[in-house]
């Protein structure tokens, strides 16, 4: 079945950085787009960034733009994001969830994996 | 890019019908027939009900239907029972070529 399992969360300081990971199973990678997704504590899902099927288009958030990079890698069925200049407004859920298209949709996601930014 | 508005709480008792707004711009919800609806249970992931507008998922049941309406989209959820209380998010492609969500519709089945 599909499956998608992120890693790398945990407990980072301002300004630190992180590296999450995501790894697929159960359909072609290579196939799809692929998009990160967060939310903080209490709160609503906000889209973070999504990449195409071969990596050449990637869009970003605004809230993250120049801090936070994705990327992935077909041959490992990874996708991955990179995370500089942390911010406390950072922490929340991360998920990678599969995308229809530029993110028309998502389906399914991942059981995420919490990031907290804090000194 | 502004969320898009959603209603913060619904309810109902088993068995009634209700509907969760969605309101966007012309530059989302109106310009793209790109909404997709999600269903979030307490520290689950957030799962696909609804997508391109009125499309429902294989698994899915057929008591959750979606449309639209210039710019706001709806998610209806008839015969409601218990399992279907949740929280709820729209969300829709933009002309920025970016993905924007609503802040989300808590449902309480009474």
């Known amino acids: 079945q599909v499956q998608l399992v992120e890693s790398g969360g945990g407990l980072v300081k301002p300004g630190g950085s992180l590296r999450l990971s995501c790894a697929a199973s159960?359909?072609?990678?290579?196939?799809?787009?692929m998009s990160w997704i967060r939310q903080a504590p209490g709160k609503g899902l906000e889209w973070v960034s999504y990449i195409s099927s071969s990596g050449s288009t990637i869009y970003y958030a605004d809230s993250v733009k120049g801090r936070f990079t994705i990327s992935r890698d077909n041959a490992k069925n990874s996708l991955y994001l990179q995370m500089n200049s942390l911010r406390a407004e950072d922490t929340a859920v991360y998920y990678c969830?599969?995308?229809?298209?530029?993110?028309?949709?998502?389906?399914?996601w991942g059981q995420g994996t919490l990031v907290t930014v804090s000194s | 890019q502004s969320a898009l508005t959603q209603p913060a709480s619904v309810s109902g008792s088993p068995g009634q019908s209700i509907t969760i707004s969605c309101t966007g711009t012309?530059?989302?919800?109106?310009?793209?027939?790109?909404v997709s609806w999600y269903q979030q249970h307490p520290g689950k992931a957030p799962k696909l009900m609804i997508y391109?507008?009125?499309n429902r998922p294989s698994g899915v049941p057929d008591r959750f239907s979606g449309s639209k309406s210039g710019n706001t989209a709806s998610l209806t959820i008839s015969g409601l029972q218990a399992e279907d209380e949740a929280d709820y998010y729209c969300?829709?492609?933009?002309?920025?070529?970016?993905?924007?969500f609503g802040g989300g519709t808590k449902l309480t089945v009474l």
């Open positions: 391109e507008v009125s």
């Open positions: 159960g359909f072609t990678f290579s196939d799809y787009y």
């Open positions: 012309s530059s989302d919800v109106g310009g793209y027939n790109y």
């Open positions: 969300s829709s492609y933009t002309s920025s070529s970016m993905v924007v």
């Open positions: 969830a599969r995308a229809a298209g530029r993110g028309h949709w998502f389906d399914p």
